[in-house]
């Protein structure tokens, strides 16, 4: 009898518990829905309540995409979380980025491989990672890039012969992995004077490429449960037992920087301008930092510049016309064998194809949160309260209708001002930019600044990313590289790449045949 109260008296107590728990998810929603500040926002039904439609769109590999079609149908702020608002607009987007406001939690868990290394993008306080950049901006300058300008171009070389081992043998070439093998022994160069290997073993060394589209997938959909993380890839145990799927190019990039500390015949690098800032300021810039900005630099770098590259030739090959008087602009540079960047960097139509993939397929697709400060702040003379995240999509941004009406398709003729009266523009290329192919560009300069203020691959502000340089030195000599010494065409003509949208945005399956074409 008695254990017959007990069970009664459990199921009522459960019950009750119950009750006040559904009553408190009801009153959430309801709360979320009807009497948050940002109930006037449009967006998806769940969003307005929950996180679950970002889960589900990043889970999908839809993110970019889905927030580009929120925003046509409702404008330049859409509401995708209960406490966050995406901005779209041309104003609006590059002045939120560049507000010294704090990131969002989600950037946390890009303290790699766990957060006792903190690095210039896990670091949410604006201040703080402004404080940290004084130390990491010698290493990351143009002008340090230009000093290793020689090792990045053997890279190059090496790949050349690769591709040109590949093709002497009839192989089809799957750009989505050598250009990621370029891209991370040139890193290794750049960063601390060593190479991965991944063009000499013409391998994924450690199945490090393969391991960072999982990890890259892994972030986006953690990043909103920093708690779960903590428990399972930055557990120290992980790390312990060389269970991290980026172990690899951690431990890589820590041994080559323990060997770059002794080193004394290394070529100029990013560690040689961190280890004199760390001897300048011990007390603001330490060893830690040095490694945490060495793994995050591999980390992020290969693979979002090999993305690029592959979109500059997939539309390339798209658009003969174009690819003609590009192919036309690079013949008449004369380059050497290897372009220098100084070469290549003011080549017009080269720039304008460059700037025209990073748009129309952003290699970062997630969206970039900041946080609405202790006093609020306006957008678009639109006041939010504080504490409200803020995002802007790279992808939303680069729909916009500032870059004309065919914004959904690659025309480089967007971004190439009108020639000066009297001048000349590679013979016969000016009539033939001109035609129905390729319409007009916008001939107002104020316009054409507008949208360079809206191109933002790199996102902008104190958070821009602080590879840019190198990214834009190596993508410009490759792309030069292949336009004029390769006839490139896909295996299966006219197939669609493959790609998901989660943190960033690589494709695969677009497998060519390269023949040579001359040599510098």
């Known amino acids: 009898m008695l254990e017959r109260v007990q069970d009664v008296s459990y199921l009522q107590m459960l019950s009750v518990v119950l009750l006040f728990f559904s009553l408190f998810i009801v009153v959430t929603i309801i709360r979320r829905i009807y009497f948050s500040s940002i109930s006037d926002i449009p967006g998806p039904f769940v969003a307005r309540f929950s996180i679950l439609w970002q889960l589900w769109v990043t889970a999908t590999g839809q993110l970019g995409p889905a927030i580009v ?28 980025l560049k507000r010294n406001i704090d990131k969002g939690s989600w950037y946390e868990i890009t303290a790699l491989p766990d957060s006792r290394l903190q690095n210039q993008m896990s670091i949410t306080s604006a201040s703080d990672t402004a404080r940290l950049f004084k130390g990491l901006a010698g290493g990351y300058k143009l002008s340090n890039i230009l000093q290793a300008e020689p090792f990045i171009d053997d890279c190059i070389s090496l790949f050349r012969r690769r591709i040109d081992d590949l093709s002497a043998t009839s192989r089809p070439v799957d750009f989505s992995m050598w250009f990621t093998f370029l891209f991370f022994d040139i890193v290794g160069e750049t960063t601390f004077s060593k190479r991965f290997g991944f063009l000499d073993e013409g391998r994924d060394v450690g199945d490090a490429i393969k391991n960072q589209w999982f990890l890259t997938s892994y972030l986006a959909l953690m990043g909103y449960f920093p708690w779960a993380h903590n428990w399972l890839l930055a557990n120290p145990l992980i790390e312990y037992f060389h269970l991290q799927p980026a172990m690899h190019v951690f431990d890589t990039t820590k041994a080559a920087i323990d060997a770059r500390a002794t080193n004394f015949k290394a070529h100029p690098d990013m560690v040689e301008q961190w280890m004199r800032a760390h001897k300048e300021h011990p007390e603001r810039f330490s060893q830690d930092d040095i490694l945490a900005a060495g793994v995050v630099t591999v980390g992020a770098a290969a693979d979002t510049s090999g993305a690029a590259l592959q979109a500059f030739v997939y539309f390339l090959m798209r658009d003969p016309a174009m690819l003609a008087l590009l192919r036309d602009e690079i013949d008449t540079a004369e380059l050497g064998p290897i ?100 319409p007009p560009g916008p001939h107002d300069g104020a316009h054409l600044r507008l949208m360079h203020e809206c191109l933002i691959p790199f996102s902008a502000g104190y958070n821009a990313c602080p590879g840019q340089h190198l990214a834009r030195v190596e993508i410009s000599k490759v792309a030069a590289v292949m336009v004029r010494d390769y006839e490139i065409r896909q295996v299966e003509s006219g197939a669609e790449w493959r790609w998901r949208s989660h943190f960033s945005a690589v494709p695969w399956g677009w497998d060519c045949w390269v023949k040579t074409r001359r040599r510098g």
């Open 69 to 96: 079609a929120l925003h046509k149908k409702h404008g330049k702020f859409v509401r995708i979380a209960y406490n966050e608002v995406s901005v779209c607009d041309p104003e609006g987007s590059p002045t939120l």
């Open 339 to 438: 372009p220098s960047y100084e070469s290549v960097r003011n080549l017009p139509l080269l720039q304008a194809c460059i700037k025209e993939a990073l748009r129309i397929h952003c290699p970062v697709s997630t969206g970039l949160p900041r946080v609405a400060p202790p006093s609020g702040i306006t957008i678009c003379s639109r006041p939010f309260a504080a504490g409200t995240i803020l995002s802007v999509n790279q992808w939303a941004v680069h729909s916009l209708p500032v870059f004309g009406p065919d914004a959904a398709r690659f025309n480089p003729r967007r971004w190439l001002a009108p020639a000066p009266p009297g001048t000349s523009f590679l013979p016969a290329a000016r009539e033939a930019l001109t035609t129905p192919t390729y």
